[in-house]
């Protein structure tokens, strides 16, 4: 069993942190939000009074924070918690940020001996919960046999995506092809629904037939058709659109660096965007079913 540090405790990472303190590890826990600390820390976990309490003494430091600007500040720089973590240690980032920021990272702990993994995920809070999610895996293929028991607590299926920023390249790939089937789920509900079918009905038949997604057999947008999604608890819960257009936004700076061409993503940002002005960007990223509704 592993001395981890575990920084950044919402979301995502308070239910993460309690499958590692169920599977046995010894904890050290941090976040800005001291009642996520005190929340682990009443389930047996140790509550560091700052981000350098958590990593001393650790071999293994779990991160999972919003967004890159947040991992940039935390780690880097002169002050960073890189220079606090011991030589030898594993660095595990699960958080979702550019691939340049995870590559810049990757570089810095490369040079003061720590084993470093750029691990984001899907499945979302309830895969976190349930400990089923899927880690997206960029980094030497010898740290990630060392960190699979760390990710095994926490998740079901774990890639190997390729080399350091591989795994956050592969998340930025998956979410905008998510956010895609979204858009084009809730156009083709709407359309339907204009048209005098009923939600339900229509939904099972695209669900059957060649249009049949992963959204339309999970995650339906339209309120009522699936009991448990989202869109039928007020949009409340799931995933903000306001990280969906942060993904989006990340998919582009990606493809501006291959030159890559990607209007469905592009027009997917700007409809999420659209979403984020007016004021729904808390709500899950389902919401965008409102944008042909109302
Ligand atoms: P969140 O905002 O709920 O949690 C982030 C936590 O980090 C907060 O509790 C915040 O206080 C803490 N934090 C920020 N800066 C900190 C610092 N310097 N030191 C300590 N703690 C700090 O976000 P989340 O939903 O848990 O998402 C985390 C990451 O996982 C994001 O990158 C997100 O895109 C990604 N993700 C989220 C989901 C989802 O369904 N929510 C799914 C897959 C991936």
New binding site residues.
């Given amino acids: 069993m592993s001395k981890i540090a575990f920084?950044?405790?919402?979301?995502?990472?308070l239910p993460m942190a309690r499958n590692l303190l169920k599977a046995g590890h010894a904890l050290k826990v941090?976040?800005?939000?001291q009642a996520?600390v005190d929340e682990l820390a009443a389930e047996g976990a140790l509550p560091a009074r700052d981000?350098r309490d958590a990593v001393a003494g650790c071999e293994v430091v779990v991160t999972?924070?919003?967004?890159s600007r947040?991992v940039e500040?935390?780690l880097l720089g002169d002050d960073g918690l890189l220079a606090e973590i011991a030589a030898g240690s594993l660095l595990l980032e699960?958080?979702?940020?550019a691939p340049e920021s995870a590559r810049k990272v990757h570089a810095v702990a490369k040079a003061r001996g720590i084993e470093m993994l750029d691990a984001?995920?899907?499945?979302?809070?309830a895969g976190?919960a349930a400990g089923t999610l899927t880690f997206m895996v960029g980094g030497q293929a010898a740290a990630l046999e060392k960190a699979r028991p760390i990710f095994q607590a926490m998740g079901k299926n774990i890639f190997h995506a390729g080399p350091d920023g591989a795994g956050q390249v592969a998340k930025v790939c998956n979410n905008q092809l998510l956010a895609v089937q979204m858009i084009g789920t809730a156009e083709s509900m709407a359309l339907g629904v204009a048209n005098g079918l009923d939600p339900a009905v229509l939904a099972e038949i695209m669900r059957q037939s060649s249009g049949g997604n992963w959204v339309l057999e999970r995650y339906n947008p339209w309120p009522g058709v699936m009991p448990n999604a989202p869109a039928s608890k007020e949009y409340e819960g799931?995933?903000?659109a306001e990280?969906m257009a942060?993904?989006l936004g990340l998919a582009q700076e990606t493809a501006q660096g291959s030159l890559s061409s990607t209007p469905m993503g592009a027009l997917a940002l700007q409809l999420y965007r659209l979403l984020l002005k007016q004021g729904k960007g808390r709500k899950d990223f389902s919401v965008v079913q409102k944008l042909f509704t109302e």
């Avoid at 920084?7 to 990472?13: A, F, Q």
């Avoid at 699960?94 to 940020?97: E, G, K, P, R, V």
């Fill in positions: 920084i950044g405790l919402g979301h995502m990472g941090y976040d800005l939000m996520a981000a999972m924070l919003p967004a947040h500040g935390l699960c958080s979702t940020i984001p995920v899907s499945g979302g809070t976190a799931g995933f903000m990280l942060k993904d």
